[in-house]
């Protein structure tokens, strides 16, 4: 595990509603964390959780209207993403902050080469020359495994499989040499061969440049394996924080634990009847006063119809630096 | 316990044509299903895992003969369903039934729950109105949604809730013998178990038989009683599901096995075997074995020929050189598929 370092990304408190004829949805609730250099941080939650919109907001890649950025705050290398002209952030996104989407088959433009979608950043950004940039570009394809990369930059997006248009995309991401690279679902769409391909690259680039990794994924398996920390989103909001370990094996939120014994495991006892969680999540046109979860909580007590319940620390350090869940009932029994 | 097989496969092959030129000549086949044999037995689950694209979806849907097949038999509780003829094959479709992978997609949106409910039984019995009404409560209770839903439109029901009247659908006529073609991919994590217990619920309750496609390697452990494993067309290793679990023979079967994310630390973050590449191309697969381009046991026998099937353990069969060869599997595959294990089906 990487040691501390200085926040790469720091977001405090980010809103983000969006307006639609049937009333404001409350897509991200009061987000906060943070991004060390060199550190994986592994956002988990269900479609509709937040994620994706949680991030999309950082670089306000968002429609605006229908959303809206109410509040918050994005700093990254002194300055708060939120505010800074449309032109500074432009030369943010791509430069700074590499974006991998989630689905490559329509992330990519399918009447340019391969070859000029990952020149356009480092021409765009670093001011290299067309040789300049096809040279780069031809490194960039043979660090994330593709053979043959100088021949391979004039294909065409549909002349390449499933798992080679993802690292076209992670190549693209990392053009720039990016402070943080945000992956949202970059292996959703893979088969599991190919994803523990990517998983063995991401891991060993970030080590070898010493970024800081946003991964976005609905799969559990996948953040045990790379993340460093770990978020979990419910309804918009953090409901839980920590580090892999400690979330992994001492969960604290129910929906947390609820989460982790619906999945069937590859070994250990089968269990003769998969739990479930009963209903379904929320749908956040009310604002957030109360908490999203007591509705398919089996700990709800009356206070959690009133109040929203804040994050706090379950060991004493500041929140945010260590285990911290956001629940009223707290099974402090169980953290031992 | 089953004692008879419901469904026999031998040998099934499933091409598509490609076309190309002015002339659109017939120029190769993409060889989705290359020569597949497997038995189902009564009562028991089928995982049938892979890939995509190593033509699992293509094996059910030729299964039940949505496909005209290209060579092979599918016998399905007696008749070879593949060479009945189109008024035999109607009469044969309420016990073979499908639940498709996107309930988004396979629901007409506009049609009440009601109207999807009843089409097969107006298709295929001659129940009154009132009769049909009262099997489609029956059907909704059976799948755990409220009957007052009966009036509604798809659109106004999760992704969890749709597959449910997908799987009501099915069941309307009675079915012995469901193909479930990645059911649950399109659900998210806390819903899936929703809808496999409820799988497991009617398996117990109505005594069906399920062939269970999915690339989701934990769930088909949950759920399947015995689990073939595809490689490009081919079965690679079919195995009762604790033997594949704690021991696979097959190369693939192992790579795709060390390939699953568990989520656990510690364990996700062991020596897993990352397999090299790409899966080739169903119309132009490799001449020896299909595995033989990514395998990293690979031997020169395997760049030539292709593996049979075989019997290596008791009622576990594997395509791999790297065991003896001896009887390949032909007309005595039955003999193959005893179960080993009392208490295996339940």
């Known amino acids: 595990m990487p040691d501390g370092g200085d926040n790469v990304l720091d977001v405090r408190g980010l809103k983000t509603v969006f307006r639609t004829r049937g009333g404001e949805v409350h897509a991200v609730n009061s987000v906060s964390f943070h991004l060390k250099r060199g550190e994986v941080l592994g956002v988990v939650g269900e479609s509709g959780s937040g994620k994706s919109v949680t991030m999309m907001s950082l670089l306000r890649l968002l429609p605006s209207p229908p959303a809206e950025i109410r509040e918050g705050q994005v700093m990254l290398g002194g300055q708060d993403l939120l505010k800074i002209s449309p032109q500074a952030l432009r030369d943010v996104r791509g430069a700074k902050v590499g974006f991998v989407f989630q689905d490559p088959m329509t992330s990519l433009n399918p009447v340019f080469t391969v070859g000029n979608q990952i020149m356009e950043p480092l021409m765009r950004h670093k001011g290299m020359t067309r040789t300049q940039a096809r040279q780069r570009a031809a490194d960039l394809l043979e660090l994330v495994g593709i053979s043959d990369a100088a021949n391979r930059l004039n294909s065409y997006p549909h002349q390449y499989s499933g798992g080679m248009r993802q690292r076209v995309m992670i190549a693209i991401a990392l053009s720039c040499d990016p402070d943080v690279l945000i992956a949202d679902e970059p292996t959703t769409a893979l088969d599991v061969t190919i994803q523990a391909q990517i998983l063995e690259l991401v891991k060993g680039l970030r080590q070898k440049l010493g970024m800081g990794v946003i991964w976005i994924t609905h799969d559990l398996g996948v953040i045990a394996g790379i993340a460093d920390r770990v978020m979990v989103m419910y309804a918009g909001q953090v409901v839980e924080h920590g580090p892999v370990r400690d979330l992994f094996g001492n969960p604290q939120h129910p929906y947390t634990r609820a989460l982790l014994k619906t999945i069937p495991s590859l070994t250990g006892k089968r269990a003769a009847r998969l739990q479930v969680i009963e209903g379904q999540p929320p749908i956040m046109l009310s604002a957030p006063n109360a908490c999203p979860f007591r509705a398919r909580c089996a700990h709800a007590m009356p206070v959690c119809a009133t109040q929203n319940p804040p994050r706090h620390a379950m060991d004493g350090v500041t929140l945010g630096q260590g285990h911290d869940v956001a629940c009223h009932w707290t099974p402090e029994v169980a953290y031992a | ?346």
């Open chain 2, 1 to 346: 316990m089953p004692d008879a097989a419901l469904v026999q496969v031998r040998d099934l092959k499933m091409y598509f044509p490609i076309y190309s030129g002015i002339l659109r000549r017939h120029t190769g086949d993409v060889k989705a299903v290359d020569g597949v044999s497997f038995d189902i037995m009564a009562g028991e689950t089928l995982g049938l895992v892979g890939e995509s694209g190593c033509g699992k979806s293509t094996v059910g849907r030729a299964l039940i003969r949505l496909y005209e097949l290209t060579a092979g038999s599918v016998v399905i509780d007696g008749e070879d369903i593949g060479t009945l003829a189109p008024e035999a094959l109607r009469r044969k479709r309420p016990t073979m039934q499908m639940v498709f992978q996107d309930p988004q997609a396979s629901l007409n949106p506009r049609r009440t729950v009601a109207q999807i409910i009843a089409e097969p039984l107006q298709e295929h019995t001659s129940l009154t109105p009132a009769e049909r009404m009262a099997r489609i409560h029956e059907l909704l209770d059976q799948v755990g949604l409220n009957r007052r839903f009966a009036s509604r439109f798809p659109h106004e029901f999760s992704g969890g809730q749709r597959q449910r009247i997908g799987i009501a659908r099915a069941l309307a006529l009675n079915p012995k013998f469901i193909v479930c073609d990645e059911p649950i991919a399109a659900l998210d994590v806390s819903i899936q178990a929703q809808v496999v217990n409820l799988l497991e619920d009617l398996q117990d309750r109505l005594g069906l038989t399920y062939l269970f496609i999915s690339h989701d390697l934990s769930m088909v452990r949950h759920i399947a009683d015995r689990v073939a494993v595809m490689y490009l067309g081919r079965i690679a290793e079919l195995s009762p599901r604790d033997a594949l679990y704690d021991r696979p023979l097959h190369p693939y079967a192992e790579a795709l096995l060390s390939a699953v994310n568990e989520p656990d630390p510690a364990l996700a973050r062991r020596e897993r075997i990352v397999l090299q590449g790409d899966v080739p191309s169903p119309a132009n697969p490799p001449k020896g074995c299909n595995f033989c381009t990514r395998c990293p046991r690979v031997m020169d026998i395997c760049r030539t020929a292709k593996p049979p099937l075989i019997q290596v353990e008791p009622g576990r069969l594997v395509a791999c050189f790297l065991y003896p060869q001896t009887v390949p599997v032909g007309s005595t595959v039955g003999a193959a598929f005893q179960p080993t294990q009392q208490g295996a089906y339940t």
